[in-house]
């Protein structure tokens, strides 16, 4: 069984960095492309970013371009998201996902597995 487990989260103040980690089980992480998605109360969950199973490829919704990074760590399992810059409307529930399958896709219906949620808040 798949499980995704997302740790970084917290309050920070407006220009502030913050990391995001996600663990994931299982041996074969590598194989699969992984994305984080927010959801703001009362909003849709929204596409954050996305990366190739190799690292090789990267993916960014537009307002996050320059300020948010997506790595990954197939050695750990792990895949990350550095925020910088970090804005109000940046306040949500930050998920991380696994997509079965190599190909990288920006839509939430794409991916199969998904972790618990990390509460991310920035304050003006």
């Known amino acids: 069984q798949v499980q995704l487990v997302e740790s970084g989260g917290g309050l920070v103040q407006a220009g502030g960095s913050l990391r995001l980690s996600c663990a994931a089980s299982?041996?074969?992480?590598?194989?699969?492309?992984m994305g984080w998605f927010r959801q703001a109360p009362g909003k849709e969950r929204e596409f954050v970013a996305a990366?190739?199973?190799?690292?090789?490829?990267?993916y960014y919704a537009e307002s996050m371009k320059g300020r948010f990074t997506i790595s990954r760590d197939n050695a750990k399992n792990t895949v990350y998201l550095q925020m910088n810059s970090l804005k109000p409307e940046d306040t949500a529930v930050y998920y991380c996902?696994?997509?079965?399958?190599?190909?990288?896709?920006?839509?939430?219906?794409?991916?199969?597995?998904w972790g618990q949620g990390t509460q991310v808040t920035v304050s003006s």
């Open positions: 990366i190739s199973w190799s690292g090789g490829s990267t």
């Open positions: 996902a696994r997509r079965d399958g190599i190909v990288v896709v920006t839509t939430a219906s794409g991916y199969d597995y």
């Open positions: 299982g041996r074969t992480f590598s194989r699969y492309a």
